[in-house]
């Protein structure tokens, strides 16, 4: 069987290399590189080079099944670099913030931590969010409907439970309220945080792009075309026609649509039975990014005391994050959101996103594409699943290779624990 892949990101080539033992693969993407969202920089900074993300940060050693793939493509017996998942919030027109976390044991010798009700409010957060995961909430009920507030929300509780989801999702502080509890939840459910030590973050050593390349390289039956983006999908008798917006076609027998909802939607417009498909698909909404790594303390509070490794400012309306990379690589490097602030004085990279809301409607459209039965038509990528993360993405590829390949032997070694 010849598989057409549109997307190159995580998902479409976690599929690809699925797949490789099993069937011929084309690959199409329309960046002049791999990884999709999944886009690493070098910066030089200490006399070293560091590998920064602009786009996907937020990976796990707790994600089992892209644990497993990380180590099945090379990347080595110790691929992972852990940090302190440290916070700090704080408003633009105060100089002190109103929550400084916990770092580690020995970096809290020069640091102050700022607890007190914005602290018990995260606590307030990560317990709700458990339950709704614990509850099975249904996700078309939103955040302003879910939060069980037993008594008034004050302005520091409104940061905590409005700003910080915000400042992860990139819409205005405003917005949260509207947003699917369950989608919002996925990503705040806790226990009542430590009082004496952060919780541990990971990311790869070389950067979440690095396993995109190592994936590519793995592949013996696949053709990868970068700056061909998928413009149409085409029947052609019992097989389909995938159309470069170039014009150059490619004859499969099945497609995996691994790009983001809007690209897969303008694909399906001249398939026709898809009407239902493009509406679902129509229905996810997006909001812009803009992020920037940077070697000088933009984004950071005044006082290093209160330096958290993600440090997020409300401002204007909207909350927006400066990652500190110092922990992990012992050098004055930073990644920041500035969709809606200034650029800072030392930026060495810049990158625009779009990334997925998880809205209520996004939540009834998931749900109809996973209910979809196109012979020959597959969905991949994380807005398939009930998060936006890497984990998803390998899950929903691991999805379609148990339809067009079960007996594949990487789809054994993957979900085989």
Known sequence: MRVGIAGAGTAGLTTAWLLDPC?????????????????????????STHCLDLGV?????????????????????????????????????????????????DADRDREAVLGPAWEALGRLGREASRWEEEDLDGKVTVAEAGDWTTPITDVENDVVHALPAS????????????????????????????????????????????????????????????????????????????????????????????????????????????????????????????????????????????????????????????????????EVFVSQITHRGTPRRQVARASFRTLLPTPAADRARRRLARHREEGLHFAGAYTRSLDSQEDAVVSAVDVARELAPASPRLAQLTTS
């Open 168 to 331: 992860v999702f990139g819409c205005g502080v405003e917005d949260v309220a509207g947003l699917s509890a369950r989608g919002v939840g996925g990503f705040f459910a806790a226990p009542q945080p430590s009082t004496s030590e952060a919780p541990v973050m990971q990311s790869l050593r070389g950067g979440t792009q690095e396993l995109a390349r190592a994936l590519t390289g793995q592949l013996d039956a696949a053709e990868v075309h970068l700056r061909a983006p998928l413009h149409r999908l085409e029947t052609d008798g019992d097989r389909f026609a995938m159309i470069e917006s170039s014009g150059r076609r490619h004859l499969v027998d099945a497609v995996v649509l691994a790009v983001p909802p809007y690209a897969a939607a303008a694909a399906l417009q001249s398939l026709a039975g898809c009407a239902g498909l493009r509406a679902a698909l129509d229905a996810f909404t997006y909001q812009e990014l803009v992020y920037a790594a940077h070697l000088d303390p933009f984004g950071m509070p005044e006082d290093r005391k209160h330096w958290s490794t993600t440090n997020v400012t409300v401002h204007d309306g909207w909350s927006e994050t400066t990652t500190w990379y110092g922990p992990g690589h012992h050098a």
């Open 23 to 47: 069937h011929e693969t084309v690959v199409l993407e329309g960046r002049g590189d791999v990884g999709g969202n999944a886009r690493t920089v070098q910066v030089r900074a200490g006399g």
């Open 57 to 105: 940060r937020e990976v796990s050693d707790q994600f089992s099944l892209w644990s497993r793939l990380v180590r099945s493509a090379g990347l080595g017996p110790d691929p992972l670099v852990s940090v302190p998942a440290s916070l700090t919030l704080r408003r633009s027109d105060e100089s002190r913030p109103y929550l400084v976390g916990p770092h580690t044991p």
